[in-house]
């Protein structure tokens, strides 16, 4: 029996503990130092809006570790000595291991801006992260105004829980429009008018420079690329995450970005994996990302993980990207490869409803035809079709017909893939495809 | 800086913005004008034109809800509105939650056990609250009021008005819209004015019974009670007819409607019991137990007063049907054999072809309650004695009292902003465990997941008033098939990512689908899993 430490207990290391259970009788350790017992990270916002309680967030019920046997240990690593198979933990104690799972996931970007440390600076990620934005912006008397900066998904989550407490914001964004990197133009344009609907106040093409503080040294303005200055209570910093690796500085365990793994997981050391945000894939996979910090794929990499460290090696080799989103009250869901702009191998399709609310986006490739991605905004779309149809190497012409089957909208919703298809049907002749 | 480290640290006590804003103080204070007055009536304050003060209380009181739920969402954008719901303190279970809590028990008990103090009179003219209702029912019946039509009437207001805040909350979505238009539609008509209008066709040899079209046995338990049967018999073709109808519901309509589209057909497009919990109830949905131990609490309750209701029913039409076999075909032997051969015959069939779907103590269950009733039935034979050991009235008695009064009413609802809104039909209702039945075993209704973009948020679960831990099922990309499941769809309103969808497809694949590995994932890992499975 051997036994395996895994550290952090978020979806990527409790996935791999459930798995290894599933699969062996090997003694198992999780270690964390945010929570004792795994939780969803991405409710913390409904836990702020008060939509649940933090308890909610938890998707076991406590006594399901002990009944499964994976041992909990509230500490955190200080350091790991590969040579000895050994942790050093803050509360003084070591752990020895067989095999070691670093799972530790990321920490909000912090990109030297003059003033990042003052106090009412800060990320969203943890639940101390929470925490802290419940002592730093409890309500609009406290805080009365914030900034946020970082037009991703982190950054709009934000505004979307300030605004749900009544607090004024202001949302700083590099690009022309949101999240433009990813979405484009329409999609992102969409998504601006979305967050201004709500009274956020939206600055595009516009970056941080520094912040201020007063003599508490708490924040008292942000100072942006256009010499503006806005005074703020919080500055919420919303600009990506990197991974949290700093305590295997001396360990030997090769890194760059995020921990470098093969395509087994493995680090440089043959016992010691890493999975989740904080690995970086020595080859990423084509069209990927070598970090990919969404929790769809630090659960992948748990589970591929499990199988590798049971003695059933199994490469990490994920299907179809996906991913998805809810921006305010519109529901993001993507498969494949949508590219923000078109590229000149491809063709796009889009459809926008007449309210300007919802929208589909379909690419395939302009030499063959063949369906490579699709994205909704407002429309809900069915994983196992879109997935099964990427896998086939569906060509568009045969795609279209058959467009609603990727539906997954409430019953007696209005049928928007319906709408779309006749849309497209008429794009193509045009394009005369 | 800050010690947050262990779990119970962790109050995160928000402070919502839960001022109100100007209109929704007029609408409350309209309201509770209207309230104010009904108060006044019950401590029988005298009012001059009772038909002017009452349409003017109901009016007020109205028009205070609509009022203040305008006010709530105008200004806020189609969606999901759930921001500081575990902060108020009528909504997570602070002083005011235990407030309405006490107030809505009290009203429950004087209703079912002391009418008199809200001016019952049996003989003589109603005072208090119940006369202040009287102009309303001579108007709709031509009798004077009793409690349960000044219940009626409040019932029904309530889900109208808490139906149209249902409607506007959830503007966004059209099967939330609809649900609601149903069952506020069959409680008006079905429940109320239908019932109302039938009881004016009464003469002194045509009496037809109090029948709410809609409230099928056993959820109406004293549908066959002897005077029912009575009355629906000398009451011509009509009463046959009814009666008839009583009978096909269960036997028949039931089990096809629930076939195609699973119990939420009744529980939450039609029942009174539920559409109450969908529109008042409502704000006290996130309040239902979701752990392990709820879950089994409520599978031995809801199951053993079902038992009991047919006991209970059984040996009230055994005790009035004759002996001779000349008179009426069904007499006493006849129904008591048909009984017992009808139960046996029920549960031989799931025992044969859907024994995999139940868990064990669901077959410890099942044999159990049909050996006590097969055992009942052969006491009776072979000792001769008096049926069922118990005498039928006084069975029928508790179960009006434990079940019909005390479960569904004081605790069912009276309890709301405690235990959440569907206390009674997760817990209590027999109609709700035959539903369940039919719907775990044979039904195309269920909830599919979609493919790995669960993120176990957990919203799903919380505002799941039958307390099921939808989640659970989600993030392992496993379809949900539970008995309890009444198909409101909040489940999937609340979704962030898109991935719960109720469906009633005929495709019988894939009814539960428990791959260990989410769609996304590396197609060899997901064979190597099956293979091991």
């Given at each position: 029996?051997?036994?395996?430490?895994?550290?952090?207990?978020?979806?990527?290391?409790?996935?791999?503990?459930?798995?290894?259970?599933?699969?062996?009788?090997?003694?198992?350790?999780?270690?964390?130092?945010?929570?004792?017992?795994?939780?969803?990270?991405?409710?913390?916002m409904y836990?702020y809006m008060?939509h649940?309680?933090?308890?909610?967030?938890?998707?076991?019920?406590?006594?399901?570790?002990?009944?499964?046997?994976?041992?909990?240990?509230?500490?955190?690593?200080?350091?790991?000595?590969?040579?000895?198979?050994?942790?050093?933990?803050?509360?003084?104690?070591?752990?020895?291991?067989?095999?070691?799972?670093?799972?530790?996931?990321?920490?909000?970007?912090?990109?030297?801006?003059?003033?990042?440390?003052?106090?009412?600076?800060?990320?969203?990620?943890?639940?101390?992260?929470?925490?802290?934005?419940?002592?730093?912006?409890?309500?609009?008397?406290?805080?009365?105004?914030?900034?946020i900066?970082?037009g991703g998904l982190i950054g709009i989550e934000l505004a979307e829980m300030l605004h749900s407490r009544k607090i004024?914001v202001?949302f700083?964004v590099?690009?022309?429009g949101f999240w433009?990197?990813?979405l484009?133009?329409?999609e992102s344009e969409m998504i601006n008018r979305h967050i201004r609907k709500h009274g956020i106040d939206l600055?595009?093409?516009?970056?941080?420079?520094?912040?201020?503080?007063?003599?508490?040294?708490?924040?008292?303005?942000?100072?942006?690329?256009?010499?503006?200055?806005?005074?703020?209570?919080?500055?919420?910093?919303t600009?990506?995450?990197?991974?949290?690796?700093?305590?295997?500085?001396?360990?030997?365990?090769?890194?760059?970005?995020?921990?470098?793994?093969?395509?087994?997981?493995?680090?440089?050391?043959?016992?010691?994996?890493?999975?989740?945000?904080?690995?970086?894939?020595?080859?990423?996979?084509?069209?990927?990302?070598?970090?990919?910090?969404?929790?769809?794929?630090?659960?992948?990499?748990?589970?591929?993980?499990?199988?590798?460290?049971?003695?059933?090696?199994?490469?990490?080799?994920?299907?179809?990207?996906?991913?998805s989103a809810k921006f305010f009250d519109i529901e993001y869901?993507?498969?494949?490869?949508?590219?923000?702009?078109?590229?000149?191998?491809?063709?796009?399709?889009?459809?926008?409803?007449?309210d300007g609310n919802k929208c589909?986006?379909?690419?395939?490739?302009?030499?063959?035809?063949?369906?490579?991605?699709?994205?909704?905004l407002g429309?809900?779309?069915?994983?196992?079709?879109?997935?099964?149809?990427?896998?086939?190497?569906?060509?568009?012409?045969?795609?279209?017909?058959?467009?609603?089957?990727?539906?997954?909208?409430?019953?007696?919703?209005?049928?928007?893939?319906?709408?779309?298809?006749?849309?497209?049907?008429?794009?193509?002749?045009?394009?005369?495809? | 800086?800050?010690?947050?480290?262990?779990?119970?640290?962790?109050?995160?006590?928000?402070?919502?913005?839960?001022?109100?804003?100007?209109?929704?103080?007029?609408?409350?204070?309209?309201?509770?004008?209207?309230?104010?007055?009904?108060?006044?009536?019950?401590?029988?304050?005298?009012?001059?034109?009772?038909?002017?003060?009452?349409?003017?209380?109901?009016?007020?009181?109205?028009?205070?809800?609509?009022?203040?739920?305008?006010?709530?969402y105008?200004d806020k954008t189609a969606g999901i509105k759930n921001d500081?719901?575990?902060?108020?303190?009528?909504?997570?279970?602070?002083?005011?939650?235990?407030?309405?809590?006490?107030?809505?028990?009290?009203?429950?008990?004087?209703?079912?056990?002391?009418?008199?103090?809200?001016?019952?009179?049996?003989?003589?003219?109603?005072?208090?609250?119940?006369?202040?209702?009287?102009?309303?029912?001579?108007?709709?019946?031509?009798?004077?009021?009793?409690?349960?039509?000044?219940?009626?009437?409040?019932?029904?207001?309530?889900?109208?008005?808490?139906?149209?805040?249902?409607?506007?909350?959830?503007?966004h979505?059209?099967?939330?819209?609809?649900?609601?238009?149903?069952?506020?539609?069959?409680?008006?008509?079905?429940?109320?004015?239908?019932?109302?209008?039938?009881?004016?066709?009464?003469?002194?040899?045509?009496?037809?019974?109090?029948?709410?079209?809609?409230?099928?046995?056993?959820?109406?338990?004293?549908?066959?009670?002897?005077?029912?049967?009575?009355?629906?018999?000398?009451?011509?073709?009509?009463?046959?007819?009814?009666?008839?109808?009583?009978?096909?519901?269960?036997?028949?309509?039931?089990?096809?409607?629930?076939?195609?589209?699973?119990?939420?057909?009744?529980?939450?497009?039609?029942?009174?019991?539920?559409?109450?919990?969908?529109?008042?109830?409502?704000?006290?949905?996130?309040?239902?137990?979701?752990?392990?131990?709820?879950?089994?609490?409520?599978?031995?309750?809801?199951?053993?007063?079902?038992?009991?209701?047919?006991?209970?029913?059984?040996?009230?039409?055994?005790?009035?049907?004759?002996?001779?076999?000349?008179?009426?075909?069904?007499?006493?032997?006849?129904?008591?054999?048909?009984?017992?051969?009808?139960?046996?015959?029920?549960?031989?069939?799931?025992?044969?072809?859907?024994?995999?779907?139940?868990?064990?103590?669901?077959?410890?269950?099942?044999?159990?309650?049909?050996?006590?009733?097969?055992?009942?039935?052969?006491?009776?034979?072979?000792?001769?004695?008096?049926?069922?050991?118990?005498?039928?009235?006084?069975?029928?008695?508790?179960?009006?009292?434990?079940?019909?009064?005390?479960?569904?009413?004081?605790?069912?609802?009276?309890?709301?902003?405690?235990?959440?809104?569907?206390?009674?039909?997760?817990?209590?209702?027999?109609?709700?465990?035959?539903?369940?039945?039919?719907?775990?075993?044979?039904?195309?209704?269920?909830?599919?997941?979609?493919?790995?973009?669960?993120?176990?948020?957990?919203n799903?679960?919380?505002?799941?008033?039958?307390?099921?831990?939808?989640?659970?099922?989600?993030?392992?990309?496993?379809?949900?098939?539970?008995?309890?499941?009444?198909?409101?769809?909040?489940?999937?309103a609340v979704c962030p990512r898109g991935?719960?969808?109720?469906?009633?497809?005929?495709?019988?694949?894939?009814?539960?689908?428990?791959?260990?590995?989410?769609?996304?994932?590396?197609?060899?890992?997901?064979?190597?899993?099956?293979?091991?499975?």
């Open positions: 029996m051997k036994h395996i430490v895994i550290i952090g207990n978020g979806i990527a290391g409790i996935t791999a503990a459930r798995h290894i259970r599933k699969r062996s009788d090997n003694r198992i350790s999780v270690i964390s130092s945010e929570n004792k017992y795994f939780f969803s990270r991405t409710a913390l836990v008060g649940m309680k933090f308890e909610h967030t938890q998707p076991y019920e406590n006594n399901f570790w002990e009944s499964n046997r994976i041992e909990l240990v509230e500490d955190h690593v200080n350091s790991v000595t590969p040579s000895e198979n050994k942790l050093v933990l803050r509360k003084g104690k070591s752990l020895d291991y067989d095999v070691l799972i670093i799972a530790t996931g990321s920490k909000p970007n912090r990109f030297g801006w003059p003033g990042q440390n003052l106090k009412g600076v800060q990320g969203l990620y943890s639940k101390q992260d929470l925490e802290l934005l419940e002592k730093n912006a409890p309500n609009a008397k406290v805080c009365k105004h914030a900034v900066t970082g004024p202001t700083l590099r690009e022309s433009r990197n990813v484009p133009k329409p600055r595009l093409n516009t970056e941080l420079s520094s912040i201020t503080g007063d003599e508490n040294s708490c924040v008292a303005s942000v100072i942006t690329n256009h010499e503006e200055r806005i005074p703020c209570d919080l500055v919420g910093l600009a990506g995450v990197s991974p949290s690796i700093e305590f295997l500085k001396d360990s030997g365990i090769e890194t760059n970005k995020g921990i470098l793994v093969d395509s087994h997981l493995r680090t440089t050391i043959e016992n010691i994996f890493a999975i989740g945000d904080c690995a970086e894939l020595r080859e990423p996979l084509p069209h990927r990302k070598a970090v990919e910090a969404v929790w769809y794929a630090g659960r992948m990499m748990g589970e591929t993980v499990a199988c590798t460290v049971c003695d059933q090696p199994v490469a990490y080799r994920p299907g179809h990207w996906f991913n869901q993507t498969y494949g490869k949508i590219h923000a702009e078109k590229t000149a191998q491809e063709e796009q399709l889009y459809w926008e409803s007449e589909i986006r379909i690419a395939f490739e302009k030499e063959t035809g063949v369906f490579i991605g699709m994205h909704a429309v809900r779309l069915s994983h196992m079709t879109i997935d099964r149809w990427l896998t086939e190497k569906l060509m568009i012409n045969d795609l279209l017909p058959q467009l609603e089957k990727a539906a997954f909208d409430p019953e007696l919703f209005d049928k928007s893939l319906k709408k779309a298809k006749a849309h497209f049907q008429q794009k193509m002749i045009k394009l005369q495809f | 800086m800050m010690n947050y480290g262990t779990q119970k640290n962790m109050a995160l006590t928000g402070e919502p913005p839960v001022q109100l804003n100007k209109t929704q103080k007029l609408g409350t204070l309209t309201g509770l004008t209207g309230l104010f007055i009904l108060l006044l009536a019950t401590f029988n304050v005298q009012f001059p034109e009772r038909t002017f003060w009452l349409s003017g209380s109901l009016v007020l009181l109205s028009a205070g809800i609509l009022i203040f739920s305008i006010a709530a105008k500081g719901v575990w902060f108020k303190s009528l909504t997570s279970r602070g002083y005011l939650a235990w407030c309405l809590g006490i107030f809505l028990t009290l009203f429950y008990i004087v209703l079912y056990f002391y009418p008199s103090l809200l001016g019952l009179r049996e003989n003589g003219v109603n005072t208090g609250l119940i006369g202040f209702f009287d102009p309303l029912s001579k108007f709709l019946s031509g009798n004077p009021a009793s409690q349960w039509f000044v219940y009626g009437v409040l019932y029904t207001l309530a889900i109208l008005t808490f139906g149209i805040k249902f409607i506007l909350k959830y503007r979505n059209r099967y939330e819209m609809i649900r609601t238009i149903s069952v506020m539609f069959f409680q008006t008509c079905f429940a109320f004015i239908i019932p109302e209008l039938m009881a004016r066709l009464n003469s002194p040899d045509f009496s037809l019974p109090y029948y709410d079209l809609k409230n099928i046995w056993p959820l109406n338990y004293y549908n066959f009670d002897q005077y029912r049967i009575d009355s629906f018999i000398s009451s011509g073709d009509i009463g046959l007819a009814l009666l008839i109808f009583g009978i096909i519901s269960i036997l028949i309509i039931t089990p096809v409607l629930t076939y195609f589209y699973g119990k939420r057909w009744y529980c939450s497009w039609v029942c009174g019991c539920g559409g109450l919990a969908e529109t008042i109830g409502d704000p006290f949905r996130q309040l239902s137990d979701k752990s392990m131990f709820a879950w089994k609490v409520e599978r031995w309750v809801i199951h053993s007063v079902l038992v009991f209701v047919v006991l209970t029913t059984t040996a009230t039409i055994y005790s009035y049907l004759s002996y001779d076999a000349q008179k009426y075909w069904l007499n006493k032997d006849v129904f008591l054999i048909g009984t017992g051969v009808t139960l046996t015959l029920l549960f031989l069939l799931i025992w044969i072809y859907k024994r995999e779907e139940l868990r064990k103590d669901a077959r410890y269950g099942a044999l159990a309650y049909l050996s006590i009733m097969i055992g009942l039935i052969l006491i009776h034979y072979l000792s001769g004695m008096n049926v069922f050991i118990f005498d039928a009235g006084t069975l029928r008695t508790w179960y009006g009292f434990m079940i019909g009064s005390i479960f569904s009413g004081v605790i069912g609802t009276g309890f709301y902003p405690i235990f959440g809104s569907r206390v009674w039909c997760r817990f209590g209702c027999p109609m709700a465990a035959i539903l369940g039945l039919q719907q775990r075993l044979f039904s195309r209704f269920r909830i599919t997941t979609n493919g790995g973009q669960c993120i176990s948020c957990g799903c679960s919380v505002y799941c008033e039958m307390g099921i831990d939808v989640r659970s099922y989600a993030q392992k990309g496993e379809n949900i098939l539970r008995a309890s499941c009444v198909g409101c769809g909040i489940c999937s991935v719960l969808k109720l469906e009633n497809t005929k495709k019988s694949d894939q009814r539960i689908d428990p791959d260990a590995v989410l769609t996304g994932n590396n197609p060899d890992l997901l064979d190597l899993l099956k293979k091991n499975q």
